[in-house]
C-alpha cells in the first residue's frame, strides 16, 4: 500500500508512524485510517521493527476523525453499515493498536481530540509536549456518547472521565500527567527527540519476552473487564449515534463545517 495521509519512517528498530494530513488538523480521512491499519499490520510483520511510535506531522496529533470525509463517503449509510464500518474501522483500529504484540508511544502535540485522543488513549505510553492538550466533545458537538472506544475511565478515572465527558471540555497534557493518563510532559522542542530516546531504549529489550509482558499486562486489563467493556460502549454509542436528537445535531453541526469549511469542535 502507498501512504499519503500518514508518513512512515524506521530509525534502527523504531518505527514512527504520523498522521500526516497538517493541513487538516490530521484529521483521521478514510484513507488514513487504512493506512495506519497497514502500517501497523506491517510493523507486527517486520521482525526489525520492535517498538512503534504513533505522532502527528505539524502542530497538532490529531482532530479526530475528518468529518467531511465520513458524511460524504457514509452519510447515507443505514444503521447496520454504520455499525459494521465503525466495527472494523473505528474500534476495530483501536483495538488493533491496543493488541499490537509491541510497544507503543503516543507523541501527541497539540489537539488531540475524539478519534485522535482514541488513538492515543490506545498506545501503551503516552507522551505529550507543553502545548498538548486532550478531548472528546462528541456528547456536545454531535449528541452521541463519547468517541467508538470508552478508554476515558480505563486512563483516567471513573469521576474524571465523567466530568471530561458531561463537560466536553478539555484537559492540558500536564492535568493528563497528574491524573496517570500521560507518562511525561516536555517542552514542543523536545518531543519528537524525547520520545524516539524512550522508544531506542525500549526496542533495546529481547522482542518475544517484551511481546509476553504486553500480552500480560493487556490480559490484566481484560481481566478487569476492558475488551468487554469496550465492545459493550460500541453498541451503546451506535445507538447513540442513530437517533433523531444525534441527526439534528449533526445536519447543522457537521453539514455547516463540510459546506464551510470550519471546524465543529465544542472547545470549551
Ligand atoms: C464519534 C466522533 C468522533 C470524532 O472524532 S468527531 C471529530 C471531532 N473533532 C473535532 O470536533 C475537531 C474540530 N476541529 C478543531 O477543533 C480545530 O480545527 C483544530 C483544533 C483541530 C485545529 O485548529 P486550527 O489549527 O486553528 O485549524 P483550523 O483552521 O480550525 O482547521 C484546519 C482545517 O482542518 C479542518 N478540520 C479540522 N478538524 C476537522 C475534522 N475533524 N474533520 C474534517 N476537517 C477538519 C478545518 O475545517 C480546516 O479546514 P479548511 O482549512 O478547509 O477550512
Known sequence: MEYNDITYEKTGAVLRV????????????????????????????????????IGGQGKHFSAGHDLADGMKLRGDYTVEQHWHWEQEHFLGNAMRIWDLPKPT?????????????????????????DDAYFSDPVLHSMGAA????????????????????????????????EWGMVNHVVPRADLEDFTM?????????????????KRSLNRTADIQGYRNSLNAHFDTH???????EFWDIVNQGVAAMVAGGKNSGSDK
Open 18 to 53: 504520523c498522521h500526516n494530513r497538517p493541513d487538516k488538523g490530521n484529521a483521521q480521512s478514510t484513507r488514513l485510517l487504512a493506512e495506519l491499519d497497514d502500517a501497523l499490520a506491517r510493523a507486527k510483520a517486520d521482525s526489525e521493527v520492535h517498538v512503534v511510535i
Open 105 to 129: 508511544i503516543a507523541e501527541v502535540s497539540g489537539a488531540c481530540i475524539a478519534g485522535g485522543f482514541m488513538v492515543a488513549n490506545s498506545c501503551d505510553i503516552v507522551i505529550a509536549s
Open 146 to 177: 463519547a468517541v467508538e472506544a470508552l478508554l476515558h475511565p480505563w486512563v483516567l478515572n471513573t469521576r474524571k472521565a465523567k466530568e471530561l465527558l458531561f463537560t466536553g471540555g478539555k484537559i492540558s497534557a500536564e492535568e493528563g500527567k
Open 197 to 213: 530516546k524512550m522508544a531506542q531504549q525500549i526496542a533495546k529489550a529481547p522482542p518475544h519476552a517484551t511481546a509476553m509482558l
Open 238 to 244: 451506535t445507538v447513540s449515534s442513530s437517533t433523531k
